[in-house]
């Protein structure tokens, strides 16, 4: 009996819905139909975590029930049917109370922005309730049976962008029944007298129904293989229709939906599908089995078999799928649906290499016919179509030939951009093979070889047939190797197009090289050390196996209570539990659109017109609105800035690729994304002459934007006269930086309302409301009083929601205008990469000159600043990159720098914009000059920090008084708490030892430029005594509230009988308004958070100066006088108990110098190029803390950011400058597994500023600066590497110069060491000269 509907639960809730689109996701049902908004979007794709949810399945015939996670973004609606689905904020509320996670969540800090934060709770609340499943004593209450070593993988492939992670590993540890109490960061959650923490709460329902056969309008759910077939003969077929297991693979790319489907067969009700038969010859494993599952059972085999050798295949596959995508992914997605992506077209599957190397064989049905083959056939196969169903995958029991002296080997390989979070492999590979020892030579002789070979850029994996048959029956020696590693080189030839053609190959010879060189006697030991590290393969010494540790430490600062203490974050609860709203979790309104841009893929180019494919999705589309809608006397005006405008659409021109064109208007948000994918833009480039896209192009053509001298940075001294005293001089050397992307948890979303009187109310995220104000007053043609943007909190922001947000905003206040109904925008992930831009790339040329006492005495700099098409905030960066350059004495400093204004999308301010291509641009020169006098960087760097003389000369406005000027004893105690030189020598002796890892360490000093801005602050009291508080900085994670909250305190507390017992309770933080609290301005520069501080000071203390009287007068009646009384007696007495003020910073204090020191320890494998951060140390100087716990966790944030920067995140952009690297899959920010191992931070009280807001110091910004400190130690260990095989691949003359450009990613580190140094290697031992000679 077909049921048209889906039954589930959600948080305890019954749901029937019927008559859903069957392509409708669990998350989009779940933010729009429900009232439950915790579950986010972060890139819809499976890439970040944001959307996870625990779904609990229930088995009839079993009687169990499991419960995992899965990415919501990509599960459909249809396939939870008769499921539990938990959210957020299922395990705890502000009704029912918050559950432990939660609480721990915000008892670490472990939320800042708080966008991640719902999808954290889900991953570690789901892998305590599974942990708590296994075997084992009952931990104590409060523990989970989770252990330490397990606490960083229960949240693995989840992405933050603020925290860091630390907090959150050290949350989710706190759990863990072997944690030392003591090893856990700064937090408020452990008392350490509490013996009883609060008890897990893991009980939830499930609906225990009888699956029932139910086919929901447009969903089929075949239950045998001829109603399959039923199904694909008959006319249904004809319609749009797409046959799915997990569905993940509409987060692949090149598998990603491209239209919308009407109907569904979900084929994972077909026993054959299912079934696991256990056979003494292998395992037959059913293609709808999850890969988590899959991994189980093959574990659980491992337990069973008896033959040690027997196991090994089966451990080692399941160890490499438990590095395939993420455990949300894993849990939905089936092996089978993994394999048939590889069949089908080009996808860098592991399952398919691994499968292939272990001699899987596959089971299909073809129509009437049952096939059985080897994956080999299966892979060759042309690609299939749907009248194939992919059965079954059988995996042999590998045993050794019953000859006690033949072993078994088998080993699994992946290089790829993160050991453990979610990115695909570079190449992958699988060996098996027996080993037996040729009596006569007394070498081992392998045979029965298989090994395979994929995703280097190959269609699918393949078996190296011809190394194979080499390799089979020879005496493994060094000249054996060598010629199979040549023959490899010939089979492993990745397709044209493919990025990293060289790498990939490199990396699968030192696979190669990994598994065959220890079996090779005359290959000596160090390399056979080479195999410690040199994969991912978890039974081995890994470093990057090491459970992450932390040290935390603050010098707390009792003086203006509660200011300085480490309360934690301002309604942080609400975060952890997902009732936080953010703008897309507003209601959307009665009528409400949805928009996506829809933008330009070329530069330069008119737009003839503008069309959309016939599909389904754009039947979808209800209207698109262009330039031309922009009403009589507006403009055509997407963002601003004082140094100009910028449009909010090319037309007629579309100037950049990625400019916004129009906006495709429909009735969801997922309609609306969808149908923007069919537009087909039709271009002329005809008259217009090439695009500049490139700023050595932008010089050729003088295309500058102007910087006003009074921003232009003041050069110190006379070059010319310091060259001349130098002994020594490095001439025109080049560094090149990239631009990074902001990758914001939240994507710049809006939402706009038409109101009354041609008036608009635009809810943005933004961390300028105020100019978006003018903005769309001036596109719409009203004024800017008919504009009310309101921003509550903003899901992470970086500056990439300053002037960028405005065009979102702009857009939708332009279609609401016009079509007079309610418009929401959330771009989707990757329009927004595409679009929004990021960081300046800069290109450096430097000339320095040195005495060879390593004191520096001239620097000369050339940079050339790419800032895109529009001027943004662009003519700001070469101040702040010349004063994070000017952190050193170069005794005569001189530049000449170029804005370079080209075709591309704009660049604007970033996390310490500028500043951070500055330090790395300072430390590359003193790196360099230490590497020709061939010293220690850090007596480099010593012998040429600023005395108090020289520092005031550097940064006439900013230096301070000497006594402030502490970097030096920063330094100085991070060098000796640190153990710095001990390390250091150890590391020499590590190099020594180990020929195919190196290390390298780096101390970075940095000096910040920060400045006060003024701001406005409004405090009101209300009748029942309560407090509300209005300030013009925006909440972007940072803790401003949290900041504001505890300043509302520490000053009305003067007022409050009790000390400050209730009081931060009573205050409250609304959200910016810019009709009511006017000159919000911009935050930014890190010192927003002070500038509110010292506005809500301010407006504090005119209401004491009000309050006081009655306050003396009260007292003399009684000496208690509580606030209530005190505030019921102002309000008969008509005090106005609302106090505004505008906190304007004094012309000599508003500028000021951060310092702080940083130290790294990097560790690379030379055979695959992978980094792994061993070690960070930071030490920062944070004035009087207004918040420790918040300042840690923004300078431990914005130091895993910039490493980011620095290593990780690729910005790339095709020929036309369209960025191409616009997805989680291309685009790899920092995730837990690559953060340092051990991270010390510590934050100095330097005491008492009169200047600054109670003597605090901004925190967001400056601590990305000492993130090159990462990048200057991989140098150090590239150099040892260089040196260890003499290798002068890059430009300069000797192995130890070379260029490193920023990101410096694996792949980048293997090339600078040197494609080709196994094959060096092999040629350089002598047992190969001597094969050679004869
Ligand atoms: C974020 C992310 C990261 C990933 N990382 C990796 C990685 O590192 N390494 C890796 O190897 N893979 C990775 N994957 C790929 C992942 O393993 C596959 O998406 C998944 O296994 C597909 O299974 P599914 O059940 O979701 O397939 P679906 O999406 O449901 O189906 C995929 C396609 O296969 C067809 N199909 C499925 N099963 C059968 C069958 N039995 N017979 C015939 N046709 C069938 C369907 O028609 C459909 O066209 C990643 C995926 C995501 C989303
Ligand atoms: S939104 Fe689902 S994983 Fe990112
Ligand atoms: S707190 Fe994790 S993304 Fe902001």
New binding site residues.
């Given amino acids: 009996m077909p049921v048209e509907r889906v039954v589930f639960a959600l948080n305890g809730r019954r749901y029937e819905v019927a008559g859903a689109d069957p392509s409708t996701r669990l998350l989009e049902f779940i933010r729009t139909q429900t009232p439950f908004k915790g579950t986010k979007l972060g890139c819809g794709?499976?890439?970040c975590g944001a959307c996870v949810v625990l779904i609990a399945k229930y088995n009839p015939k079993t009687e169990e029930v499991t419960e995992f996670t899965a990415?919501s973004c990509?599960t459909l609606l249809y396939s939870i049917h008769f499921c539990s689905i938990i959210t957020t904020e299922g395990l705890g509320n502000t009704r029912d109370g918050f559950h432990a996670v939660q609480k721990r969540m915000s008892g670490f800090h472990a939320s800042q922005c708080g966008f991640c934060t719902p999808g954290m709770c889900m991953s570690i609340f789901t892998s305590l309730v599974n942990a708590d499943k296994s075997k084992g004593p009952k931990p104590p209450k409060g523990f989970s049976k989770l252990k330490v070593s397990e606490a960083e993988k229960a949240f693995s492939?989840n992405l933050c962008r603020c925290t860091g992670y630390r907090p959150i590993v050290d949350a989710c540890k706190s759990f863990a029944s072997d944690v030392d109490l003591e090893d856990l960061g700064l937090n408020i959650f452990w008392k350490r007298s509490d013996k009883n923490p609060d008890e897990i709460k893991s009980s939830h329902g499930h609906l225990n129904v009888d699956c029932i056969a139910a086919s929901r309008e447009g969903w089929y759910h075949p239950r045998s293989i001829k109603e399959y077939y039923d199904l694909i003969n008959s006319s249904l077929w004809n319609d749009s229709i797409?046959?799915?297991?997990?569905?993940?693979?509409?987060?692949?790319p090149g598998?990603k939906d491209q239209d919308l489907y009407k109907n569904y067969?979900d084929?994972?009700g077909i026993p054959e599908?299912s079934n696991i038969v256990k056979r003494e010859s292998g395992i037959q494993i059913g293609?709808?089995t999850?890969?988590s599952r899959t991994i189980e059972i093959l574990k659980q085999e491992c337990e069973s078999i008896s033959s040690p050798n027997g196991s090994v295949v089966f451990m080692k596959l399941a160890d490499h799928m438990s590095?395939?995508?993420?455990p949300f992914?894993?849990n939905?997605?089936?092996?089978?649906?993994?394999?048939?992506?590889?069949q089908?077209r080009t996808?860098?599957?592991?399952?398919?290499?691994i499968l292939l190397g272990a001699g899987a064989t596959v089971c299909?049905q073809v129509v009437a016919e049952f096939v059985q083959i080897t994956l080999e056939e299966f892979l060759e196969q042309p690609p299939?179509d749907?009248t194939?169903?992919?059965?079954s995958i059988f995996i042999p029991h590998w045993v050794s030939d019953n000859q006690p002296e033949t072993s078994l080997l088998f080993e699994t390989y992946?290089a790829?951009a993160r050991p453990l979070g979610?990115?695909?492999?570079y190449v992958?590979c699988a060996f098996l093979g027996h080993s037996s020892v040729d009596q006569q030579s007394d070498t081992l002789v392998l045979s029965k070889l298989r090994l395979a070979f994929g995703?280097y850029g190959t269609e699918h994996a393949i078996r190296a047939k011809k190394v194979e048959k080499f390799l089979t029956g020879k005496s493994l020696t060094a000249s054996v190797v060598l010629t199979a590693i040549q023959l490899l080189r010939e089979t492993i030839v990745p397709m044209d197009g493919i990025s990293h053609r060289e790498y990939r190959v490199s990396a699968a010879i030192g696979f190669l090289f990994s598994f065959l060189s220890p079996l090779a006697k005359d290959i000596p030991e160090p390399g056979k050390a080479l195999t410690s590290g040199s994969a991912d393969s978890a039974d081995r010494d890994d470093v990057r196996n090491l459970p992450v540790s932390s040290r935390r430490e603050t010098i707390p600062n009792d003086d203006y209570k509660p200011v300085g203490e480490p309360l934690k974050k301002y309604a942080v609860e609400l975060q952890t539990s997902g009732e936080a709203v953010y703008v897309d979790d507003i209601p959307a309104p009665k009528n409400c659109l949805f928009g996506e841009f829809i933008y330009s893929t070329q530069a330069l180019a008119f737009v003839k017109s503008i069309k959309f494919k016939s599909s389904l999705a754009s039947e979808k589309i209800i209207d698109v609105v262009s330039a031309k809608d922009i009403p009589s006397g507006g403009e055509n005006i997407g963002s601003t800035f004082t140094y100009g405008d910028e449009p909010l659409f090319g037309d007629p021109i579309a100037e950049y690729a990625g400019q916004a064109l129009g906006v495709v208007i429909a009735e969801t948000q997922r309609y609306a994304d969808m149908a923007a994918k069919q537009v087909i833009i039709e271009y002329d480039t005809e008259d217009l002459g090439p695009p500049i896209l490139t700023v050595e192009e932008a010089v050729e053509k003088s295309s500058y934007f102007e910087v006003p001298p009074d921003l232009y940075p003041k050069e110190v001294g006379d070059v010319s006269k310091g060259m001349s005293e130098a002994d020594d001089r490095i001439p025109s050397t080049e560094v090149k930086l990239a631009s990074e992307y902001y990758f914001y948890m939240e994507t710049q979303t809006a939402l706009a309302i038409p109101d009354e009187d041609n008036t608009m109310v635009v809810y943005s995220s933004s961390q300028y409301p105020e100019l978006a104000q003018s903005v769309i007053a001036r596109c719409l043609g009203i004024p800017f009083s008919n504009v009310r943007v309101i921003t509550r909190r903003v899901g992470g922001g970086f500056g990439g929601k300053a002037f960028r947000s405005f065009q979102v905003a702009t857009a939708a206040a332009l279609c609401a205008y016009k079509l007079r109904r309610p418009v929401r925008m959330f771009l989707n992930r990757n329009t927004d990469m595409v679009m929004i831009g990021g960081r300046h790339p800069v290109k450096a040329n430097y000339s320095v000159g040195f005495k060879s006492n390593g004191e520096i005495t001239a620097l000369h700099l050339e940079l050339l600043i790419n800032a895109g098409i529009s001027p943004d905030a662009s003519p700001l960066i070469p101040g702040t990159i010349i004063s994070s350059v000017k952190k050193y004495n170069w005794g005569a400093l001189s530049f000449d720098i170029k804005v370079c204004k080209t075709n591309n999308t704009s660049k604007s301010v970033m996390r310490a914009p500028g500043d951070t291509q500055g330090s790395l641009i300072a430390d590359a020169v003193i790196e360099h000059v230490a590497s020709v006098l061939s010293v220690d960087a850090n007596s480099i760097r010593e012998r040429n920090f600023h005395t108090y003389d020289s520092l005031q000369l550097y940064y006439p406005d900013s230096a301070g008084e000497a006594s402030t000027y502490s970097l030096h004893s920063i330094f100085n105690r991070l060098i000796s708490t640190s153990s710095y030189v001990d390390r250091a020598e150890s590391i020499k002796q590590f190099n020594i030892s180990n020929k195919w890892r190196k290390r390298g360490i780096s101390c970075v000093p940095g000096i910040f430029r920060a400045e006060q801005r003024a701001a406005p602050g409004r405090v009101s009291v209300l009748n029942d005594g309560s407090i509300v508080v209005e300030v013009g900085g925006i909440e972007l994670g940072q803790g401003l509230w949290t900041k504001v909250q505890q300043m509302t305190a520490f000053a009305l507390g003067k007022l409050w009988p009790d000390g400050i017992e209730g009081l931060l309770e009573r205050v409250r933080i609304l959200q910016a308004d810019t009709l009511n609290l006017i000159q919000g301005g911009l935050t930014a520069g890190s010192t927003t958070s002070e500038s509110s501080c010292a506005a809500t000071l301010q407006a504090c203390n005119m209401l004491i100066d009000r309050l006081k009287p009655v306050s003396d007068k009260l007292q003399q009646q009684s000496k208690n006088v509580s606030w209530d009384t005190l505030i019921a007696q102002a309000i008969k007495e008509n005090i106005n108990l609302s106090a505004s003020a505008y906190s304007v910073p004094g012309q000599d204090s508003s500028k000021y110098l951060n310092y702080g020191a940083g130290i790294s320890e990097v560790e690379i494998d030379l055979l695959t190029g992978a980094i792994t951060l061993l070690r960070g140390d930071l030490v920062y100087d944070c004035g009087k803390s207004l918040n420790p716990a918040v300042d840690l966790g923004q300078i431990e944030g914005s130091f895993i950011q910039g490493i980011g920067f620095f290593i990780y995140e690729e910005y790339i952009t095709n020929s036309d400058g369209l960025m191409i690297s616009n997805s989680?899959?291309d685009y790899k920010i920092p995730s837990v597994d690559i953060i340092p191992k051990k991270f010390n931070a510590e934050i100095l009280n330097t005491g008492y500023h009169k200047n600054r807001v109670l003597s605090s110091k901004a925190s967001g910004e400056p601590a990305v600066v000492l993130a090159s400190s990462v990048h200057c130690a991989l140098r150090e260990a590239i150099r040892a590497a260089r040196k260890e095989f003499a290798n002068s691949n890059g430009s300069g003359s000797s192995p130890l110069e070379f260029q490193m450009d920023v990101p410096a990613p694996m792949t980048l580190v293997k090339e600078l060491c040197g494609f080709d140094i196994v094959e060096k290697y092999l040629r350089s031992l002598s047992t190969y000269e001597r094969s050679a000679e004869e």
């Fill in positions: 794709e499976g890439g990415s990509l492939g797409k046959v799915v297991v997990g569905n993940t693979s509409t987060g692949v598998y067969i084929i994972g599908l293609a709808a999850t890969i590095k395939v995508a993420t992914v894993r939905t997605a089936s092996i089978g649906g993994n394999i048939i992506l590889a089908r996808f860098p599957s592991d399952i398919a290499t299909l299939l749907p194939t169903l992919l059965l992946r790829a979610n990115a695909v492999s992958n995703a989680t899959w």
